[in-house]
């Protein structure tokens, strides 16, 4: 059984990981770190999860590296950064689900969220969109998790790009967030009262997972990619629908891209394609590590419009890192992550 430390345990990502790795079969989680929590019982930070026999450590204690064979980074931006070449220099393999190892480019990531400590482990960090880069995830040391929104819009059009079926221009994503996406530190953002009866735009034109995606698309598309991307906060929980615009390349349909998606992601177990009613729901994949993708034709405009849905803590973030954690490991990639949505 492998043993798993997760650094930064204490938000709602650290959550996700601990309530998916207590029914992994292959996983015993032996570390659990936090700054605020250091030496306090899990069950103070989390009452649901007070049944797990564990304990919250400092992550600033050297001696962490050795309590796990395999560790999950779950800081924030620009903190995973001082954790991770410690642990690779320890010999272990680490999932990164801050932006911290997800760009190649150190200049990219610095010009959206500030100096990078150690851009030399970027030349061998996996950008760990599982079902596109799995080859590359089995053999890899460090592993970027994608971001949630990211997730939700390189799922359905990674392979309609690099096929070719819609165009690289012109591309609008209207991405919809329930509030556990800003994470579980107090804002006044977040309130109860300044979300609830709500529903906003937020960093139009201006959100740092923008270059994350263009990036990806760009690797996609074989050329520069640049898109419209609207991150809306509606008042819910978790979960994300994103609603893309594309032009499709002529004599192309929806019909045509729900095929060119089910050859792409032949076999893999949590992209589902949605024909016809009812459309993708944030509700249907609940919970689970599912993508909920469908295609309609917009005849009026020329366009096609793109549906596609995830729960922003699970697919967005730790279930995919689990995802991960078992092509790094060899393992069937559904282990641990086989939950039903919870739905209704």
């Known amino acids: 059984m492998l043993s798993v430390g997760i650094i930064g345990a204490s938000g709602y ?80 393999r680490v999932v990164d689900l801050s932006a911290d190892f997800r760009f190649t480019d150190p200049s990219l990531y610095e010009a959206f969220y500030g100096p990078h400590s150690c851009p030399d482990y970027l030349e061998e960090s996996v950008y760990g969109l599982t079902e596109v880069h799995g ?18 819009i390189l799922l359905p059009l990674t392979p309609l790009l690099q096929e070719r079926v819609i165009c690289a221009e012109g591309l609008i994503a209207d991405s919809k967030s329930g509030v556990s996406g800003a994470g579980r530190e107090a804002s006044v953002g977040s309130l109860f009262c300044e979300v609830n009866e709500g529903f906003k735009a937020y960093k139009v034109a201006s959100h740092r997972h923008t270059p994350e995606i263009e990036s990806q698309l760009s690797w996609a598309a074989g050329s520069e990619v640049r898109m ?7 008042p819910m929980d978790r979960g994300i629908l ?43 994949v609940r919970g689970t590590n599912a993508c909920m993708m469908a295609a309609v034709d917009h005849p009026r405009s020329g366009r096609v419009v793109i549906l596609s849905v995830i729960d922003n803590l699970v697919k967005g973030a730790s279930g995919q890192a689990v995802q991960n954690l078992n092509r790094m490991m060899g393992w069937n990639e559904e282990t641990g992550l086989r939950a039903a949505a919870l739905f209704p």
């Open 13 to 92: 990502t650290g959550a996700e990981l601990l309530r998916i790795l207590y029914t992994h079969p292959e996983v015993r989680v032996t570390l659990i770190t936090s700054r605020k929590y250091a030496g306090r019982p899990l069950g103070e930070c989390f009452p649901s999860l007070s049944h797990l026999d564990l304990t919250f450590e400092s992550h600033e204690d050297d001696r962490v590296v050795d309590r796990a064979e395999m560790f999950f980074t779950a800081l924030p931006h620009q903190a995973s950064m001082a954790m991770v070449p410690r642990l690779i220099e320890g010999g272990k």
């Open 135 to 152: 080859a590359e995830v089995e053999r890899a040391r460090i592993v970027g998790n994608p971001g949630c929104y990211p997730t939700s």
């Open 228 to 234: 419209i991307f609207t991150p809306h906060l509606v």
């Open 242 to 284: 994103s609603t893309v615009y594309a032009v499709p390349c002529e004599g192309v349909n929806a019909k045509r891209i729900e095929g060119v998606w089910r050859d792409f992601y032949h076999g893999a177990p949590f992209v589902r394609i949605v024909t016809g009613e009812p459309l993708p729901n944030t509700a249907f």
